[in-house]
């Protein structure tokens, strides 16, 4: 689900689709998409990008979303690209 502070996660009911942030400021509201139901092993990591008419009152107002993909990969595909990278196995990631 990418690399960063995973706070306030929320699991959708299709159990594919999660939403994330994280409380620090100016960070980023993300949405993971997982390849299969109930299962974050492997999925694609959007960051949307939230655009508002500058002439409207954002209290009053709703503003676009567009999600951009960031990455889409597995946990075996980084566990093969870091082998790759550094020459040793590292089999220590968690899941939390």
């Not at 492997?42 to 993909?69: K, M």
Request: net charge negative; glycine share 8%.
């Amino acid at each position: 689900m990418g690399r960063f502070s995973h706070e306030n996660a929320q699991v959708m009911p299709d159990q594919r689709t999660v939403y994330l942030s994280d409380d620090e400021y100016g960070t980023v509201f993300f949405k993971f998409m997982a390849d299969t139901p109930g299962d974050l092993e492997s999925g694609t990591l959007y960051a949307a990008r939230v655009t508002q008419d500058s002439g409207s009152n954002p209290a009053t107002t709703g503003f676009d979303v567009q999600w951009v993909e960031l990455a889409s990969s597995s946990d075996s595909q980084i566990e093969a690209w870091i082998d790759e990278y550094d020459g040793k196995h590292h089999c220590g990631f968690r899941r939390w």
